[in-house]
């Protein structure tokens, strides 16, 4: 047998050296943990095709953020499930709301956790679409003014974080000079700059009452197949004031989080979305994949594609895992 000089697999041979000379790992602090707050009290309302995943009234809010910050878990992301609707989504910006009163809640009682807030209008729009509807068209411009009002009631609530997921045109732009002519220039501003209209999205819409009642999001969501147009997106965000930008879905689009990664210099977050969570819990219930293997594999590719940061609902399972190890 010929002499190797080269022998790959010592560095192999046991769990210590494979640990030490690891070229990418996960942080519980790399996760951002999404939540959905809805109105009443004591509400904790599984979500059929989110095994594990609840709306929560905001008094059941602060066991399950409780239980993230001591995962390791510094950051959430907040999705509301209103009171009402109409054809304008008023009630996304309304104080009452369950968004506005959770963020004023979180941030007086856990000072440390970076409060995120999803600003769009799907959730709250009495026909499900991202903006104002005309026609059975979806608006851009008249949006803007919508959107930024969004972004201010939650910056009024005390968010650090606020998160155009809306894909109008000009909404960076809009909502950072409606945050600073208001005396909000502390509040960031992490855009969904490249949301693709992907299939991966089912289990959310349910979670979030925010499936359209007509159409579907094409002409403002990107088309699947396309890259060179999330860097163009990405571009956009960053020269209107963007302090984050978001590849969406994560698992789907790991190349185009490699491209983002490699052509920007600002922190890239990667939402690990319901429909990826989704099958990977359905196929172990079947007994088909052993989850937290499966789980700590899928994230481990996202961050290795180059996200900073990893939005998920596995966040905290996650995590925990990690801890134990």
């Given at each position: 047998?010929?002499?190797?000089?080269n022998?790959?697999?010592?560095l192999?041979m046991?769990?210590?050296?494979?640990k030490m000379?690891r070229?990418?790992?996960?942080?519980?602090?790399d996760?951002i943990?999404?939540?959905?707050?809805t109105?009443?009290e004591?509400v904790?309302?599984p979500?059929?095709?989110?095994?594990?995943v609840?709306?929560?009234?905001?008094?059941n809010?602060?066991g399950e953020?409780?239980?993230a910050l001591?995962?390791g878990?510094r950051?959430?992301?907040?999705?509301?499930?209103?009171?009402y609707?109409?054809?304008i989504?008023s009630?996304?910006?309304h104080?009452?709301?369950p968004v506005q009163?959770a963020?004023t809640?979180l941030k007086?009682?856990?000072?440390?956790?970076?409060?995120i807030t999803?600003v769009?209008?799907?959730?709250?729009t009495s026909h499900?679409?991202?903006?104002?509807?005309e026609d059975g068209?979806?608006l851009?411009?008249?949006t803007?003014e919508l959107?930024s009002r969004v972004a201010?009631?939650?910056?009024e609530?005390?968010a650090?974080?606020v998160a155009?997921?809306?894909m109008?045109d000009g909404?960076?732009?809009?909502?950072r000079e409606?945050?600073d002519?208001?005396g909000?220039?502390?509040v960031?501003?992490?855009?969904y700059?490249?949301?693709?209209?992907?299939?991966?999205?089912?289990?959310?819409?349910e979670?979030?009452?925010?499936a359209?009642?007509?159409?579907?999001r094409r002409?403002?969501?990107m088309?699947p197949?396309?890259?060179?147009e999330a860097l163009k997106e990405?571009?956009?965000?960053?020269?209107?004031?963007?302090d984050?930008i978001?590849?969406?879905?994560?698992?789907?689009?790991?190349?185009?989080i490699s491209?983002?990664?490699?052509?920007t210099?600002?922190?890239?977050?990667?939402y690990?979305?319901?429909?990826?969570?989704s099958?990977?819990?359905a196929?172990a219930?079947m007994?088909?994949?052993?989850e937290?293997a499966a789980v700590?594999?899928?994230l481990?590719s996202?961050?290795?594609a180059?996200a900073?940061?990893?939005?998920?609902y596995?966040a905290?399972q996650?995590?925990?895992?990690?801890?134990?190890?």
């Amino acid at each position: 047998m010929p002499y190797l000089l080269n022998r790959h697999r010592r560095l192999r041979m046991n769990s210590s050296m494979r640990k030490m000379v690891r070229e990418t790992s996960l942080k519980p602090q790399d996760f951002i943990y999404p939540l959905f707050v809805t109105a009443g009290e004591q509400v904790k309302q599984p979500i059929e095709s989110m095994s594990g995943v609840y709306q929560l009234s905001v008094d059941n809010l602060k066991g399950e953020v409780e239980t993230a910050l001591s995962a390791g878990i510094r950051a959430v992301l907040l999705f509301g499930i209103p009171s009402y609707k109409d054809e304008i989504g008023s009630s996304a910006y309304h104080s009452g709301e369950p968004v506005q009163q959770a963020v004023t809640l979180l941030k007086e009682k856990y000072p440390e956790l970076l409060v995120i807030t999803d600003v769009c209008l799907c959730e709250y729009t009495s026909h499900g679409h991202c903006g104002v509807v005309e026609d059975g068209t979806v608006l851009n411009d008249p949006t803007l003014e919508l959107l930024s009002r969004v972004a201010l009631s939650h910056a009024e609530a005390g968010a650090d974080v606020v998160a155009p997921s809306d894909m109008m045109d000009g909404r960076v732009k809009a909502i950072r000079e409606a945050l600073d002519r208001e005396g909000f220039s502390r509040v960031a501003i992490l855009s969904y700059s490249a949301k693709y209209a992907s299939a991966f999205y089912g289990p959310f819409r349910e979670a979030a009452g925010s499936a359209p009642e007509f159409g579907d999001r094409r002409s403002y969501q990107m088309d699947p197949p396309n890259v060179r147009e999330a860097l163009k997106e990405v571009s956009a965000d960053l020269d209107e004031g963007a302090d984050m930008i978001m590849v969406k879905p994560a698992l789907s689009y790991l190349d185009v989080i490699s491209r983002v990664k490699a052509e920007t210099r600002v922190p890239l977050v990667a939402y690990h979305v319901s429909g990826e969570y989704s099958m990977i819990k359905a196929a172990a219930k079947m007994g088909w994949l052993e989850e937290k293997a499966a789980v700590l594999e899928v994230l481990t590719s996202i961050k290795r594609a180059g996200a900073d940061c990893i939005i998920t609902y596995n966040a905290v399972q996650a995590a925990q895992w990690m801890q134990a190890e």
